[in-house]
């Protein structure tokens, strides 16, 4: 796969270095990986969600924080749309009153 979004991901590294191992190992992965199908991914990611979409997101270090990407599987691309801490997830889609 072919990955756009890197500087985002370099990022997150700069400020939360207890998930560059993991993001290291996740990038080297999707590179190496040919996902045509989401049950593809969620072998190897038991945890990740899907969306509507093509929207994955992966549970970075014990869920401490959350990758949303998008998977253009035709394509053999994966696009990183966000990435932060769990709260800041929560955060995003926490409904207005």
């Known amino acids: ?50 969306l509507p979409g093509n929207v994955v997101i992966f549970n970075v270090c014990g869920n401490d924080f959350r990758l949303e990407t998008v998977v253009a599987y035709k394509n053999g691309l994966v696009f990183v749309r966000w990435i932060g801490t769990h709260a800041d997830y929560t955060r995003r889609f926490k409904k207005q009153p």
């Open 1 to 50: 796969m072919k990955i756009n979004g890197l500087a985002a991901l370099r990022n997150h590294i700069q400020n939360y270095s207890k998930s560059k191992k993991w993001i290291e190992n996740w990038i080297s992965d999707a590179r190496s990986s040919q996902w045509t199908t989401p049950h593809q991914i969620k072998q190897h990611y038991a945890s990740c969600s899907f």
